[in-house]
């Protein structure tokens, strides 16, 4: 019968190939837990009368059962852990001591049950963990139903049974993860090709049980020693409740070629290769340094352990550089994970995961960490126990590691220790052996290949992360007649680090230049750049340089800094007292703009241009008018470009979103991102808001003064009289002084013309300009005890919030800003 076929209503002992099995398992004491209806046809006893009872009182284990030798003595010569092969032979009988003391075994025996006579059955024993009361399981079947399979070179081997139809192997597989809780797809493949090749039991699978049993692979498989060699065949399938909590549904027989003839040490060992294998799988699926230390706990518990608790020494941790030196007494280690098969929460108080501790000399740890090699302890006596809970300060540790079999395996790369597992197994569990230490050796290898990957991928994302938070500038919330709030969004693992930017300048005449720009590609080389341009931006905004000129000076940059350093950038200007923005684009996304008139919201008609970098391309320069409360919204492409999304959709859900009524300027901006930063979004985001609150004409003053020597002291009288008619005259003691020492300045350095004054209220700051036409900027100079000029530009330095200057198309401008005094 091929694998995947129905099973059909027809009782299975009258269907050739097919044979019923009887399922018993036993606890650790040798009582009876479960006992199925085949159980009873093959044994006679009913549930009722078997559950709870001694199973060497029901099954024909060896020395307990009266089992009459005379007839057959054929089972004296078969060999132990033997498998059926259709000759008509016994094999042994069940060994209940040794079932349970933990190596699977296979035979033959026979027995006599009420009201069925005698006869042979054959039998395998599987040892069991996991968190589950039993400890073995049994399979049984009558020999005599299997004495007529045909036979093709393949020995047999049982099968198991599913509640749901599956048509083949393949749909199995793929549905094995609803069945069996957290099992990936690849763990259920490798599940489902063991068991049609080895024939390994998985018995009544429920959709709403957990599967009770699991094979330990913790344990060495004796060697089966054999007279001759038999051929048999034959396709079996449990009966139809052979787990306790299931229900009589309809099941699907899966089976295939059982394990060929062959030792049964190589096929431990090949069960061990088959379990590196797999744990390499399943750990390394990701450069998360967390997701790896779990990946890693969970492939070995309980398959190979019951308890492992992982620790790294603190650099990893902290996802700094390679550690330096061996360890010692004094090296911290985190605990940074510990999976068992324990009662929730027993470990947790005892043991909390991100605890950090030493470990001194006399221990096994310290001892896996200096040698680098794996330390095995049969049994943790109450002496070393007792060692080990001393380094555990008011909580005894004792009941969890007294009596249990431990392996301490280091975590290495490169010959350096990063950490260590240490793994527990169950006083009831077959003690870690020399094989186990070779394979628990392998196991952390390839696992410390892979910590010390993710570590130094952790590594470098935080160099990159700290090297591009760095670069991001501090903007401050209130400008010169506008608010900015702004959000910045780290890509996902594929482009977490971007040379997305934006920047808020201030610029002579109460102006404010808003810039967003993105660097194409990711990583340290598009964050460097990201940080080259963006003080490139910041130093020819402060020259007060025109849009369109400073988006060609930074193509030349671009350039000249290397061929393939190519970036967009958006660059305004807003000038609150005439109420305009300016802008020139090269390559970015338009801006948004909120009018405040009617809610209303556009993409503004900016000439794209060419990115920086490409060179040999204009830019243009456009104008618009805005009104005081307008919005305008600056972001990069991480926010509208979605794979297999139209981005003219995108851009019509940034209007959309941006004209969202907001409590607030970050209300605001959180609206934006939740509308368009979800899911599927991979690169970086930069967005920047800014709200048009204007300055009126009232809060600014003009003011045209001469060359003469005296015109400084008039431009003291003038600002006095502007700040007390503004209700300013707290704020003039100060504000006099400086427009002193500027207009002085400018007179004494003037070539002729006029020299300007303009006076601005912006808020919680006075801002003074003034300008003429002398091209030679004002520099701090150091003035000595006899020196009669020098001085004029330090008091400006101390007294002011800030000042700086910039060249115009006639001559400079001087500028200040002083902060209003509380109450002004």
């Known amino acids: 019968m091929a694998p995947g076929t129905r099973t059909t209503p027809p009782d299975a002992s009258t269907v050739?190939?097919?044979?019923?099995?009887g399922v018993v398992v036993v606890d650790g004491s040798g009582l009876v837990t479960h006992w199925s209806s085949g159980a009873r046809r093959l044994f006679g006893s009913t549930r009722e009368e078997a559950v709870g009872s001694s199973a060497a009182d029901l099954l024909p284990v060896a020395g307990a059962l009266a089992v009459s030798r005379g007839e057959d003595h054929a089972h004296?010569?078969?060999?132990?852990?033997?498998?059926?092969?259709?000759?008509?032979?016994?094999?042994?009988e069940l060994d209940l001591r040794g079932a349970l003391s933990?190596?699977?075994?296979?035979?033959?025996?026979?027995?006599?049950?009420?009201?069925?006579?005698?006869g042979d059955i054959l039998w395998w024993a599987y040892p069991l963990v996991g968190p589950g009361t039993g400890r073995l399981l049994v399979l049984?079947?009558?020999?005599?139903?299997?004495?007529?399979?045909?036979?093709?070179?393949?020995r047999i081997a049982p099968g198991f049974a599913l509640h749901t139809d599956f048509p083949d192997a393949t749909e199995l597989a793929r549905r094995l993860p609803e069945i069996l809780p957290s099992m990936s797809p690849a763990e259920s493949g490798r599940v489902v090709a063991q068991m049609l090749e080895l024939g390994y039991p998985v018995l009544e699978i429920s959709l709403h049980h957990r599967v009770p049993v699991t094979p330990d692979w913790g344990v060495p498989l004796r060697a089966a020693r054999r007279e001759r060699h038999g051929h048999a065949v034959a396709e079996r399938t449990a009966d139809t409740d052979a787990v306790p909590g299931t229900g009589p549904a309809e099941r699907t027989a899966v089976t295939g070629p059982a394990e060929p003839e062959q030792d049964l040490e190589y096929a431990a060992v090949r069960e061990r290769l088959e379990f590196l294998n797999e744990v390499s799988g399943r750990i390394g699926t990701s450069l998360d340094l967390a997701r790896t230390i779990h990946e890693v706990s969970a492939a070995v518990v309980p398959r190979f352990t019951d308890v492992a608790g992982t620790y790294l020494r603190e650099q990893v941790v902290a996802g700094e550089g390679f550690p330096d030196g061996p360890p010692d007494a004094t090296t911290m280690w985190h605990r940074v994970a510990v999976e068992h098969t324990d009662a929730p929460g027993r470990w947790d108080d005892v043991v909390p995961v991100g605890e950090a501790m030493p470990f001194p000399v006399q221990t096994p740890f310290f001892q896996c960490m200096t040698t680098g090699e794996p330390v095995l302890v049969p049994r943790i006596s109450e002496e070393m126990g007792n060692r080990i809970a001393a380094q555990f300060e008011k909580r005894d540790i004792r009941p969890l590691i007294n009596g249990r079999s431990m392996l301490v395996v280091p975590l290495k790369a490169r010959d350096v220790v990063l950490g260590f597992m240490i793994l527990l197994r169950h006083p009831g569990r077959l003690v870690f052996n020399d094989m186990d230490r070779v394979t628990g050796a392998e196991l952390a290898a390839r696992a410390g290949l892979v910590l010390d990957n993710a570590r130094m991928y952790t590594h470098q994302e935080t160099v990159a992360e700290t090297l591009q938070e760095s670069m991001l500038p501090r903007v401050d919330a209130r400008m010169a007649g506008c608010d900015v709030a702004t959000r910045y969004l780290p890509g996902t693992r594929l482009g977490r680090i971007g040379g997305d930017w934006f920047d808020a300048v201030k610029l002579p005449g109460s102006r404010t230049a808003l810039v967003v720009g993105d660097v194409m590609g990711h990583g340290l080389n598009s964050a460097a750049m990201m940080g080259q341009l963006r003080t490139a931006v910041q130093t020819m905004a402060a020259l007060d340089l025109p849009p369109a000129q400073l988006l060609r000076s930074l193509d030349d940059l671009a350039q000249r800094l290397g061929e393939h350093y190519l970036a967009t950038c958006l660059y305004v200007v807003?000038?609150?007292?005439?109420?305009?923005?300016?802008?020139?684009?090269?390559?970015h996304i338009p801006p948004v703009l909120v009018r405040a008139e009617d809610g209303g919201s556009e993409l503004l008609d900016v000439p794209t241009g060419a990115p920086i970098g490409v060179g040999g391309v204009p830019f243009e320069t456009v104008s618009f008018g805005v009104r005081p409360g307008d919005r305008l919204v600056l972001c990069t492409d991480?926010?509208?470009e979605v794979r297999g999304e139209?981005?003219?959709?995108?851009?019509?859900?940034?209007?959309?979103?941006?004209?969202?009524?907001?409590?607030s300027m970050d209300d605001a901006c959180d609206t934006i991102i939740r509308a368009l930063g979800g899911a599927g979004r991979k690169d970086d985001v930069a967005l920047l808001m800014a709200r048009l609150g204007g300055i009126p004409r009232s809060d600014v003053a003009v003011w045209e003064l001469g060359t003469a020597p005296q015109e400084a002291r008039h431009a003291r009288r003038l600002v006095r009289a502007q700040l007390a008619d503004w209700g300013l005259a707290e704020a003039s003691d100060t504000?006099?002084?400086?427009?002193?020492?500027?207009?002085?300045?400018?007179?004494?350095?003037?070539?002729?013309?006029?020299?300007?004054?303009?006076?601005?209220?912006?808020?919680r700051a006075l801002q003074c300009e003034v300008s003429d036409e002398e091209p030679t900027m004002p520099v701090l100079l150091e003035a000595g005890a006899d020196d009669e000029f020098g001085r004029g530009m330090r008091i400006v330095s101390r007294l002011a919030a800030g000042w700086g200057a910039a060249r115009t198309a006639r001559g400079k401008s001087v500028w200040f800003e002083q902060t209003l005094p509380p109450g002004c």
Do not use: F, K, W
């Open 16 to 21: 050739p190939g097919r044979v019923p099995l």
């Open 76 to 92: 004296e010569r078969a060999a132990a852990g033997g498998a059926y092969d259709g000759s008509g032979e016994l094999g042994p």
């Open 102 to 118: 933990g190596y699977p075994r296979t035979g033959r025996a026979r027995i006599a049950a009420p009201g069925r006579g005698a």
């Open 140 to 154: 049984a079947a009558d020999t005599a139903q299997i004495a007529g399979v045909e036979t093709d070179g393949e």
């Open 574 to 587: 807003y000038d609150p007292v005439e109420s305009t923005l300016v802008m020139s684009n090269a390559g």
């Open 638 to 640: 991480g926010l509208i």
């Open 646 to 663: 139209d981005i003219g959709v995108r851009l019509a859900a940034l209007c959309e979103s941006a004209a969202h009524p907001a409590a």
């Open 735 to 763: 504000a006099e002084l400086l427009v002193d020492e500027i207009v002085a300045n400018a007179v004494r350095h003037a070539r002729g013309g006029p020299i300007g004054l303009r006076l601005v209220r912006a808020g």
